[in-house]
């Protein structure tokens, strides 16, 4: 009987230390991930703090330098950041409402309503999704001309104002996530479509499209190719075109392009912070109800 209750209190021994260890081997490289994924922000600041003689020393120089405020400055006398920046907060800010708010009203239709032609309006906007982007940017541009809004920020806010990755993910969601029950309860409180949409959909939309918030507002920040296409107007560029005046052909001061791009990143941090906190709150709610 000892030797049984020594046997079995090894083993739990050992089981115990097993899982102990296995817990810190996955703390362990969860803690490497995290360090991979911040070291290309630290070395931005790195560059950006620094000179231009500093970024080509060997061995590289890996503490930031004292020169990063008088970049900022350099950067704030070169290019028209500011107004370039309100320029690209309201692309992407309008861009976004108007992304979540036509791409989650098709999800839900496309989800939950059956209509003439379904199958093929999704499998057209489907093929939509293929094409590559380079490709409507002449067709693209000649309809912005026609309408007059070439040079005017309507034309980098309204062609996005919904697409087919945005439609697809929604839909899926829906079909996932809501519960056909809930809205027929709806439908006998006498909810209509909007009213539906409004009261019960978008609630239980809110992770997609906190993701989907974010994926779509970094692309629009980012957007390089469209408004150096369409911004005829140099006084209406946005951020990211103007920052590539720092780019100069011969000569170029590389610690002033860091500084650039270091001041263009930090409001997409605080917006996936933000995002990122909704989408993980509502991810480990629903965790919690399975």
């Known amino acids: 009987m000892a030797a049984d209750e020594r046997s079995t209190g090894n083993a739990g021994l050992a089981i115990g230390s097993g899982s102990r260890l296995s817990r810190i081997c996955v703390r362990a490289v969860l803690l490497l991930g995290v360090l991979v994924s911040l070291f290309p922000f630290y070395w931005l600041v790195v560059l950006a703090s620094g000179t231009t003689q500093d970024i080509y020393r060997y061995p590289p120089k890996l503490v ?134 409004w009261t019960v959909v978008l609630p239980l939309f809110r992770p997609a499209l906190a993701f989907l918030g974010i994926f779509t507002f970094i692309g629009l920040w980012n957007d390089y190719i469209w408004p150096l296409v369409v911004m005829i107007d140099p006084d209406k560029v946005t951020l990211q075109v103007a920052l590539a005046n720092l780019n100069i052909l011969y000569n170029t001061d590389y610690s002033l392009v860091m500084a650039g791009a270091l001041m263009s990143v930090i409001p997409l941090i605080v917006v996936f912070l933000i995002g990122a906190r909704h989408f993980l709150r509502d991810l480990a709610a629903g965790a919690m109800k399975m």
């Open 64 to 197: 930031p330098g004292p020169h990063l405020l008088d970049n900022m400055g350099r950067v704030l006398d070169t290019v028209d950041f500011f107004g370039s920046l309100f320029n690209t907060v309201v692309v992407a800010v309008l861009g976004t409402v108007l992304v979540l708010f036509f791409d989650s009203l098709a999800a839900f239709a496309f989800a939950k309503y059956e209509f003439p032609a379904k199958k093929f309006l999704f499998g057209m906007l489907l093929v939509t999704y293929m094409i590559p982007a380079q490709l409507s940017l002449v067709p693209q541009f000649v309809t912005m001309a026609e309408f007059g809004w070439a040079g005017s920020l309507k034309a980098l806010i309204i062609p996005g104002a919904a697409n087919a990755f945005g439609i697809f993910w929604m839909r899926q969601y829906a079909q996932n996530s809501l519960p056909d029950e809930l809205l027929d309860a709806g439908r006998i409180d006498g909810a209509g479509f909007f009213r539906l949409y």
